[in-house]
């Protein structure tokens, strides 16, 4: 499971948010009580992957990997510890904290992935096929991360049809990893496809029908025509 420590912090503008992306103490002590209870509700057996966003600066991120590696949880990986314009920043992070690094929602091609592989700066990949060019630019993606011996794990807070879609990409690699699935949205998030997502056992089985194997009940959308959110909820970028 995947989540962010930081996210009281960083999606909002206000007094907590602090402009060279560092934390106070309490808000540092903060995301260590997050991931410890996270940690101990859900047992050893499963992997946490911890994303920041890259909203922590250098020092900040390679401090809270530390802190956190204490709490002696299985990690999957620690997300985006840096933007990936700056593949050395991130190697060099990668090379300070016990954790793998994981970077590619913000990659939107094979020639942006390159630099972080040249530069070793990362342990995962994990570009969006809705922000890199689909299907067969995630494809290029996977096929070069190969050369460097780095699995591809897409990054997927989409919709169903991402799901899908990234699914059947991963079929046709060898070096495919983890597939990102949202769990909580809207109850009906996958009632807008003609067929329930196949998933037994925690796997995605491959449909053998037409295409990517599903249509799109437009009904559906049609009666949420929009994502209501209260101005005070709403997170502000700067």
């Known amino acids: ?7 009281h912090v960083n999606y909002w503008y206000g007094e907590d948010l602090l402009d060279n992306n560092g934390l106070t ?12 209870a996270v940690a101990e509700a859900v047992g050893p057996e499963v ?9 922590l600066n250098g020092p900040t991120a390679v401090e809270m ?56 700066a990362a342990d995962v990949v994990m570009p969006d096929i809705t922000r890199c060019g689909g299907i067969s630019e995630m494809r290029k993606m ?33 070096n495919f990893f983890r597939q990102e699935f949202m769990l909580k949205d809207v109850p009906w998030r996958d009632g807008c496809l003609s067929h329930p997502l196949p998933i037994e056992n925690g796997y995605f089985v491959l449909p053998d029908r037409p295409g990517l194997g599903f249509d799109i ?17 709403r997170a502000f970028y700067i």
């Open 1 to 7: 499971m995947k989540f962010d420590p930081f996210a």
């Open 25 to 36: 103490e309490r808000q540092k002590q903060r995301a260590v009580d997050v991931v410890a």
């Open 47 to 55: 992997s946490i992957a911890i994303e920041t966003h890259a909203f």
């Open 65 to 120: 990997a530390h802190r956190l590696a204490k709490l002696n949880f299985h990690c999957m990986w620690y997300e985006e510890p840096a933007l990936p314009e700056f593949p050395d920043a991130i190697a060099d992070i990668r090379q300070r904290i016990p954790f793998p690094v994981c970077v590619g929602e913000r990659l939107h091609s094979r020639f942006m992935l390159r630099g972080i592989l040249e530069k070793r």
């Open 142 to 174: 996977a096929n070069l991360a190969e050369t460097w011996n780095v699995p591809i794990a897409p990054h997927n807070p989409n919709g169903p049809i991402s799901t899908i879609a990234s699914a059947h990409t991963m079929a046709t690699v060898p």
């Open 217 to 233: 009940d437009e009904s559906v959308l049609l009666a949420h025509p929009g994502l209501r959110v209260r101005p005070e909820n």
